[in-house]
């Protein structure tokens, strides 16, 4: 990876020091490049760069990749005042990462989300362009008859009159669960399906986005970084400009 990145940026994005508090500790002499201090917090530096933060080396590992398995209960933006976010779940030090969910799941949806502060691979993920499939486990509270199969896996109008693309539907031997998989991702989107074949989503849980898989082995409310391998696998559906 190579850069040329401000400080403030660099060391705010480690989760250190805030933008405000960079600027403090430059003032104060205490941020160092090639072991020469500097007051401008703004100052470019380049990987080869030797940057210290009271003596101690700063790397810059520009993005985070999070896997979360978000509880119920939980919004997934802070455009709700009010109510519990999925921020509240991290520590202080990830929140300073200015990480942000890719896509959002309802408040009552549980399972896989990811956050990152990667805007620039969130935006594209999120890109109805990239057919980026997400898989979740339903049930519901009637049973889903042939034809209501066929129609949530064909594509059926909406009560806003948005048609929905094709699907993929796996049916369990009780026909009132299953799995569903999506490449696009409207507002309600499953639960308006549902609901536009006279059925009701009673638990919805994001099982799979991209080709990464929830980890069985978080609880509820429990994130972890996604290995390098899940990284890569994110990463391929994104074009770096
Ligand atoms: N579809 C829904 O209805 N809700 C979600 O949270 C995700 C997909």
Redesign the pocket.
Same mark, same amino acid.
């Given at each position: 990876m190579t850069y040329f990145e401000r400080i403030d940026k660099i060391i705010s994005s480690q989760g250190k020091l805030s933008r405000r508090e960079v600027k403090a500790a430059a003032s104060k002499g205490r941020i160092s490049v090639n072991g020469k201090p500097i007051k401008d917090p703004g100052l470019k530096v380049r990987e080869t760069d030797n940057l210290t933060l009271d003596g101690l080396q700063v790397t810059y590992d520009p993005f985070v990749y999070i896997m979360m398995n978000k509880p119920e209960g939980y919004v997934s933006s802070n455009d709700q005042p009010g109510l519990p976010t999925v921020f509240d779940l991290l520590t202080d030090a990830e929140r300073k990462r200015g990480l942000f969910c890719v896509g959002? /799941?309802?408040r009552d949806?549980v399972g896989l989300l990811i956050l990152t502060n990667d805007g620039d691979a969130a935006h594209q993920l999120l890109s109805p362009k990239k057919h980026v499939e #997400?898989t979740?486990y339903f049930e519901s509270a009637e049973i889903v008859s042939d034809d209501d199969a066929e129609s949530l896996i064909n594509g059926l109008e909406l009560a806003d009159g948005l048609v929905t693309k094709e699907t993929k539907l796996e049916l369990f031997s009780d026909r009132r669960s299953g799995l569903i998989t /999506?490449t696009e991702?409207k507002y309600?989107?499953? #639960?308006?399906m549902f609901g536009a074949t006279g059925n009701k989503?009673t638990f919805?849980e994001?099982k799979r986005f991209g080709g990464i898989d929830l980890d069985d082995a978080l609880k509820r409310g429990e994130l972890r970084e996604l290995t390098n391998e899940e990284q890569e696998i994110l990463l391929k559906i994104v074009i770096r400009r």
């Open positions: 959002r /799941l309802d949806t #997400k979740y /999506l991702g309600h989107q499953i #639960k308006r989503i919805l994001r």
